[in-house]
């Protein structure tokens, strides 16, 4: 990282390099101080979400002065500026400590007063004589006030309301709601005998599930048991409480009947649904008072535990701004977390670990809104990986983004499941929704056009023969099953035809090759153009013995060179910033990450080399053999290259009689004109020599 001072007029500001790009640095509490000076330009960010950040939220809250859920420059700078009338020292922020001595306290200014009269209040409640507050006394004092409004909230500030069974009511509304889908499905079932009395057989248990079940342990059987209905259906619509019950709910309907049943319908053997209605009110009605009670207690709680926390709120932003503060400027001005490559102090926007095709991921984002991620993700130039997540343990889903930066892409796909860990070690169940694809490397960009060929015409290959399989297989069961009508069909058409003949009907047209004669020449013509071109290639190659391995250079040049150059263009520009700035960040420089640094983010399987014995691996070819297959390949190669520029003996032998006979040929044809010339020129000459 390299480092320099800027000497202009004011603070002198020292800058870095770091991930390609200049930055400001901040080292020092008085680099914090001044931090009202330096021009907003040169923030690398200009707001942050207060949620979905891998950072103590409730100090985000502290900060966001306007409660709109983002943290700005101007709020960033307030918060500098406050902690400069409280602390005697802003060096003070650099050690990330989750408490303060009242000797680091400036108690003659009005913050600082502040600060001292709430400390001193938490430890009077404490009990606790101490010259220092910590964050744990805070959220100790804010406990004790919360267990002590609970205790003094009473029954009597809820609305009254008189529960329907009693004391019993909570374990009456556990027995209702515990067979409420079953009765209501029963009912169903009643009202469709009543719709047709004939459907009452097939809405009753099938005798076949009970004979598949009845050769075990029928005790084993219980949940499936559960599935069939409650009773046997009637088109009275009466549900017997007493007999004829599913023997896997005879226990929840023997409680039901003690704690609501009997109170309710004392003495009757059978209910129907509008009784059943009048239960099933009496317990929402309850559940909606207690939901009330509940919520009208939250928030009288809620009121005055913010009274109480409004009273010490100074104190407690002064702790949290001394643990927090120096990270989050870290992540705010100049992104050092994430550019250190330590994992004791990742960025606030990394969320954990994805684990994937022998590769771990470590660039992972959460993903607040999969529209916006779907827009501008796809400038980054980096390849990301989308995926849902599921944690049995928590019970929750989260979407994910994973910039993968070193390795191959041929085992990626959508749907392939992968293990995720967060920031605190907890693992969770990851399923890829979606891939953005760009270059990861050079050398993956080299061998990509032909694998993604290589994969065209596998697919292509498997497409096609499964299409011909299907194909097949159903002309052959078609045939099978309709053979016989098919062979009447066919003599139908046979009779037919004989009886237009016969009659004088239209004869089939012949194959008239006339008419294909122009596509046969252009088939020919192509043939020869290409005979001619792979001719005077092979003429070109063995003219020098160069020539093959500068032909095969630039076959490769022309194949991957675009996809190599096009790599090397996006891998330059590599940036994280649109995906940062769809989760709610405001970006205000580039978050690079070149290759070298792209390969510390993605770090690969490695193994040992081993020399063992594998039972099961593929026999291997002798060297002998291998010998014997190159020199035969290299033999039919030389074979080609001399036969296409006629090199062999006896096409030499043939060449060298058919260039004899052409001058013969011309020979023979010259001498006749030479006597013809000659006779011409005779009188000529006569006469000239007469003069």
Request: with cysteine.
């Amino acid at each position: 990282m390299a480092k320099l001072i800027a000497k202009k007029s004011g603070y002198d500001w020292k800058y870095s390099v770091v991930g390609g790009v200049t930055r400001v640095n901040i080292e020092s509490g008085e680099d914090i101080a001044h931090l009202k000076e330096l021009d907003q330009k040169l923030w690398t960010v200009l707001s942050c979400p207060v949620k979905g950040l891998e950072f103590d939220e409730k100090t985000l809250q502290l900060m966001d002065l306007d409660g709109d859920g983002k943290i700005r420059v101007n709020e960033m700078v307030a918060a500098a500026e406050w902690l400069k009338k409280v602390l005697r020292s802003m060096e003070y922020l650099l050690e990330g400590k989750d408490h303060i001595d009242f000797a680091d306290i400036q108690a003659e200014t009005e913050e600082g007063q502040k600060v001292m009269e709430a400390a001193n209040l938490i430890l009077a409640k404490l009990e606790k004589e101490q010259q220092s507050i910590s964050l744990t006394d805070v959220n100790d004092y804010m406990a004790i006030f919360e267990e002590k409004c609970k205790a003094e909230y009473t029954a009597e500030d809820a609305e009254p309301f008189t529960p329907p069974y009693g004391e019993q009511s909570d374990a009456a509304e556990k027995a209702v709601n515990g067979i409420r889908q079953k009765m209501a499905d029963y009912f169903m079932r009643c009202k469709l005998a009543q719709f047709d009395e004939d459907a009452t057989e097939a809405l009753d248990v099938q005798v076949e599930k009970i004979a598949a079940i009845s050769g075990g342990n029928l005790s084993e059987n219980v949940a499936e048991i559960a599935e069939y209905p409650l009773s046997r259906p009637n088109k009275e619509g009466q549900l017997n409480i007493i007999t004829g019950l599913n023997p896997a709910w005879q226990a929840a309907m023997a409680e039901l009947k003690t704690l609501v049943l009997d109170t309710e319908f004392a003495g009757k053997e059978t209910i129907s649904e509008a009784e059943w209605n009048t239960v099933l009110d009496k317990i929402d009605a309850y559940a909606a008072w207690k939901n009330a009670g509940e919520t009208a207690m939250n928030e009288a709680i809620a009121a005055q535990l913010a009274t109480h926390a409004a009273a010490i709120e100074p104190v407690e932003r002064l702790v949290r701004y001394c643990r927090d503060y120096y990270k989050l400027v870290h992540n705010y001005v100049v992104f050092k977390d994430f550019y250190k490559r330590d994992d004791s102090e990742q960025a606030v926007f990394q969320a954990g670990k994805l684990y994937i095709d022998q590769r771990c991921c470590e660039l992972c984002v959460k993903v607040s809104d999969m529209g916006k991620q779907s827009a501008m993700a796809g400038t980054s130039g980096l390849y990301l990986i989308y995926c849902t997540c599921t944690s049995k343990v928590k019970g929750e889903k989260m979407d994910i983004v994973a910039a993968l930066t070193d390795g191959d892409v041929d085992s990626l796909y959508e749907g392939k499941n992968a293990l995720f860990y967060d920031r605190n070690g907890l693992d969770w169940d990851a399923t890829v929704t979606k891939i953005i694809d760009n270059p990861i490397s050079i050398r993956q960009a080299f061998w990509s056009p032909y694998r993604k060929f290589g994969k065209w015409i596998s697919d292509k290959i498997t497409k096609s023969a499964s299409e011909k399989e299907s194909k097949q297989f159903d002309e052959m069961t078609a045939k099978a099953d309709n053979s016989t009508t098919e062979l009447a069909t066919n003599m139908a058409k046979a009779n037919k035809q004989m009886n237009a003949a016969e009659t004088g009907g239209k004869k089939a047209t012949p194959f008239d090759i006339a008419k294909f004669a122009g596509i046969f020449a252009a088939i020919g013509m192509a043939i020869g153009f290409i005979g001619q071109a792979l001719v005077k290639l092979a003429a070109g190659i063995t003219q020098h013995w160069y020539n093959l391995p500068l032909m095969i250079l630039a076959i490769i040049v022309v194949i991957s060179g675009p996809s190599m150059f096009l790599a090397w263009i996006k891998l330059r520009k590599r940036n994280l910033g649109p995906v940062l700035n769809a989760n709610g960040w405001a970006i205000n420089s580039k978050i690079k990450i070149n290759t070298a640094f792209g390969a510390t983010l993605t770090s690969m399987a490695k193994y040992p080399k081993l020399v063992m014995k594998d039972p099961f691996a593929d026999k291997k070819t002798p060297l002998w053999r291998k010998i014997i297959y190159w020199i035969l390949f290299l033999a039919a190669v030389a074979f080609c290259v001399m036969y296409f520029t006629k090199n062999l003996p006896w096409q030499k032998k043939a060449a060298e009689a058919e260039a004899a006979k052409t001058e013969q040929v011309e020979a023979t044809a010259e001498a006749p004109a030479a006597e013809a010339a000659a006779a011409e020129a005779a009188p000529e000459n006569a006469e000239a020599a007469a003069k």
